[in-house]
């Protein structure tokens, strides 16, 4: 087998002879499919594949007829698909066509056009993670016809989770995400004899896809494996902690109930056990290859059998990789011929330092495919090679409904996989940002073609050629796209995730990394300028002007909505600047005049009718709601719910503003008490109800003082005629229970947040450290961690009659890693109360906030304690 495209167009190239396949409209070629497939879905899969090739001769006046192979005319030469006798009896045995690998050869003036075409041999019922017929032939169909009839692949024909039968829903000439080029001839070489293996095994994403368009770009869904995953938990699902707590992690003193993903305790031989049946249970179900993944957000077990664990003391990439290596070796025992691949992910990020070579079973997935990432496995012996993660459409402080990578990036990643030899890729982010990054999405799918070879610089001129036809408008078109381009570029290339600067080390010698851009507002703002924008609408607007038909007009109606979305998204964020350099009513009311007419037309999306010439809506995404587009759910590092993106602009026309609080601390020698006479004298503070209130104000008052050794503060807080509260386990957080919260960055030079929160009930304590979890691809960092345990005491009454609690609460400096504050030092602080309502409802109070954000989760609406 030929590896590569490379050698196809060598071939092609030193060939002096063509079959003609059509001249001026004419053809003498009719389409053949087999008699007979394995099963009903994949012999319509074939059918919907003979209709696509059949449309490309239409396209260009030639009437082509489909057969089955028993009534083919034996005057007329054919493109035989599939596993056709002809195939068979002319040395084709589909059978060893490994994976996508497919044919195309020319036998007399037949052309042979087939890959290995087979159900799966284990079905699954997820929706969500399907496991796929392989429909080889078409592959090889689209490929072909790419190369010979001129058909281009620009868009997703399909949605999600729908397989090639499902063309036979569309008019596929008509169809805006195919576009079939005039050709006055269409010829093959007659010397044409070539086996082309992809470079890829398995490319995919959530949703999965095995649309032409999917084939066409080398996007192929899983055949008989499970991939890219982490897997502990479903061997060891949460609900066993009720009868078997021993399972899972023991987390300072006591067994941790998974909330979440599970922590287990991996010197228990059952969960070993559990484990191991778990992947060979896949194998006896028919699968080839199988994942292997301990938890994301890992959490080690503490206690005394995992810490003597494989004599690798608190190493635990060491104690996971043994693990995951002598649960191969067992499988290779127990399911010969079968692969089983591990996941290297944070703590298994290196490879082992204990061994050198895996079972011969063993592929490893590496989550990062950087340079930086695979130079450390080169010394180590994987016998079935490796797959990766590429987080190419995983936002960095973007959005998802933004673009992130341009097709200069997109080259060079895939050529740098291509020469490590990456077979599998899971896209964590699908990039689904047609209008706007369609160039980019066809780039990666043709450089996987031939990377050496193929180049961005042709790709997108092909792209924009093929999808706009008119010349001019793909010249205004590739203006378009090259001023986008231009301006994310620093992004795309060195910002995005998982690129070479999206952390940095602020001292070469510091163990925590910082991201590198931290405000959502100050990135977007950078990269969408007000004259970058006016360009680019500029450029779309002339393309508009000369569109005449349905296709074009339709294409650039995806795009302009996709970039009317991201007009507004800037205009948002720059009149919310605007508003902080001169924060007057004019500025406030001309921001959110701007919040509205964004809200009004994600509103329009959402109208019956929308994208009607499309088979399936391509923006917004499907299953993403208007509270979706108005960015309401924070996603991974889409920190955008808090801020003016979500305000209630009606309310805030009327609002008097919030602000950013400060307060002054008195120093004491007393020894303070709850009911000590010296909080008479402190100032008291009051936080502020946050809209919408559910019940009746209820008051909260705070109370500051401090002494040589700690912080001292005494809450009161109105309730109502609940007057008894549950106590809760240490680290179970309070944000739904009655609570005084308190979040304090006591060092400025350091971006550690202590958050320590209090329930009425004086058994009810949380406390948490935001800014220990130093990984950034751990999905702990930036956020509260609350496996760390303060030393800090507190006291409450309930006060049943005057229908109040109290709280005083002690915290030592040494606790929060400082000296104890001198006259004049500032910290960073912020102060909350949480009142529980009847069925869950939570009314809340905070002490500083600003009309940005009224979240005590955000660090930037800090207020500033002064200790006098």
């Known amino acids: 087998m030929k590896p590569l495209l490379a050698f196809f167009l060598s071939l092609t190239a030193a060939t002096s002879a063509d079959l003609t396949l059509l001249d001026a409209g004419k053809t003498d070629y009719q389409i053949v499919l087999p008699d007979a497939l394995p099963s009903a879905a994949l012999d319509e899969s074939l059918v919907q594949t003979a209709r696509l090739l059949q449309t490309a001769f239409w396209a260009n006046k030639a009437e082509v007829v489909v057969v089955r192979e028993k009534e083919r005319d034996a005057a007329k030469p054919a493109l035989m698909l599939g596993n056709t006798q002809f195939a068979q009896k002319n040395g084709l045995d589909v059978t060893k066509l490994r994976d996508w690998s497919f044919v195309h050869r020319v036998v007399g003036k037949d052309v042979i056009i087939a890959g290995h075409d087979h159900p799966s041999k284990a079905p699954t019922d997820n929706p969500r993670r399907p496991n796929w017929d392989r429909v080889g032939t078409a592959k090889a169909a689209v490929d072909f016809a790419r190369q010979f009839m001129g058909v281009r692949f620009l868009y997703p024909d399909l949605p999600g989770y729908t397989p090639v039968s499902g063309a036979a829903k569309i008019d596929l000439l008509a169809s805006p995400a195919i576009e079939f080029l005039p050709m006055q001839t269409m010829t093959v070489p007659e010397s044409l004899n070539v086996t082309t293996t992809p470079l890829l095994r398995v490319n995919t994403a959530h949703p999965a896809g095995a649309s032409f368009y999917d084939l066409a770009h080398n996007r192929f869904p899983r055949v008989d494996e499970q991939f890219g995953g982490h897997t502990w938990e479903r061997a060891v699902p949460a609900e066993l902690f009720a009868e078997h707590p021993e399972y899972f992690a023991t987390i300072s003193g006591s067994r941790l109930k998974p909330e979440g993903n599970g922590q287990y305790c991996l010197s228990n031989p059952d969960v070993q056990e559990r484990i191991y049946l778990d992947l060979a249970g896949f194998f006896d179900k028919g699968y080839d290859s199988v994942d292997l993944g301990q938890p994301d957000g890992f959490r080690e077990c503490q206690c005394e059998k995992c810490d003597a664990l494989y004599g690798t003391g608190k190493d635990w990439s060491e104690k996971i990789w043994i693990f995951h290596r002598d649960v191969a070796r067992r499988l290779e025992k127990s399911h010969p011929g079968k692969q089983v691949t591990m996941m290297s992910y944070i703590l298994t990020a290196a490879p082992p330092k204990t061994f050198k070579a895996f079972p011969a079973n063993t592929c490893i997935m590496l989550t990062g495919t950087n340079e930086e990432d695979i130079a450390p496995w080169r010394g180590i012996d994987v016998p079935r090679g490796f797959t990766g993660y590429v987080y190419n459409w995983c936002p960095n402080l973007g959005t998802r409904y933004t673009p992130m990578r341009t097709p200069g990036y997109i080259e060079q990643q895939v050529q740098r996989l291509a020469v490590n030899r990456i077979q599998s890729l899971y896209r964590d982010g699908p990039g689904q940002l047609f209008g706007l990054e369609g160039p980019v999405y066809y780039t990666m799918g043709r450089m996987f073609d031939d990377p050496a070879n193929n180049h961005a610089k042709d790709l997108v001129p092909e792209f924009c050629e093929a999808a706009f036809l008119n010349k001019s408008i793909a010249f205004y078109m590739r203006a378009f796209y090259d001023e986008l381009y231009h301006a994310i570029a620093l992004y795309s290339d060195h910002i995005g995730t998982r690129t070479d600067v999206w952390t940095y080390k602020a001292l070469p010698t510091d163990a925590r990394g910082r991201k590198t851009v931290q405000d959502p507002f100050q990135l977007i703002a950078f990269l969408y300028t007000p ?292 006259k004049g030092i500032t910290w960073k602080a912020n102060f909350g109360r949480n009142h529980a309502l009847p069925r869950e409802v939570i009314d809340r109070a905070i002490w500083s906030s600003s009309l940005t954000s009224t979240s005590m989760d955000d660090t930037a609406v800090m207020g500033e304690m002064v200790f006098e």
Not at 606 to 618: D, R, S
Request: glycine fraction near 4%; include cysteine.
């Open 531 to 822: 004259r970058m924008l006016a360009a680019m609408e500029a450029h779309l607007a002339q393309s508009e002007k000369l569109a005449a038909t349905p296709k074009v007009k339709t294409r650039l109606a995806l795009v302009r909505t996709e970039f009317d979305y991201l007009k507004h998204f800037a205009k948002v964020v720059h009149l919310h600047q605007a508003w902080q350099m001169l924060p007057d009513t004019g500025s406030l009311h001309r921001l959110l005049d701007a919040i509205d007419a964004r809200n009004a037309f994600i509103a329009t999306l959402y109208v019956k009718g929308h994208q009607k010439e499309w088979h399936h809506i391509l923006f917004p995404f499907p299953g993403h709601d208007a509270k979706h587009l108005q960015l309401a759910h924070d996603g991974y590092q889409e920190p955008y719910a808090s801020t003016c993106f979500n305000w209630d602009t009606k309310a805030m026309r009327n609002a008097p503003p919030m602000g950013l609080k400060k307060l002054t601390i008195a120093k004491t020698t007393a020894k303070l008490t709850l009911d000590s006479p010296e909080w008479q004298n402190a100032t008291a503070h009051a936080l502020t109800l946050l809209p919408s209130l559910h019940t009746l104000p209820r008051n909260t008052t705070i109370r500051l003082l401090y002494d040589d050794k700690a912080l001292h503060l005494r809450a009161e807080a109105e309730i109502g005629d609940t007057t008894t509260f549950t106590a809760f386990n240490r680290d179970r957080v309070l944000t739904n229970q009655e609570a005084i919260d308190l979040y304090l960055a006591p060092n400025p030079a350091q971006p550690l947040f202590y958050r320590l929160t209090q329930g009425a009930n004086a058994a009810s304590k949380y406390d948490a450290l935001n800014g220990r979890i130093t990984d950034v691809m751990d999905p702990r960092h930036g956020k509260d961690d609350p496996t760390w345990n303060g030393d800090w005491t507190s006291e409450t009454r309930v006060d049943a009659k005057a229908k109040r609690w109290h709280a005083h609460l002690v915290i030592p400096f040494t606790t929060l890693g400082v000296e104890p504050p001198t």
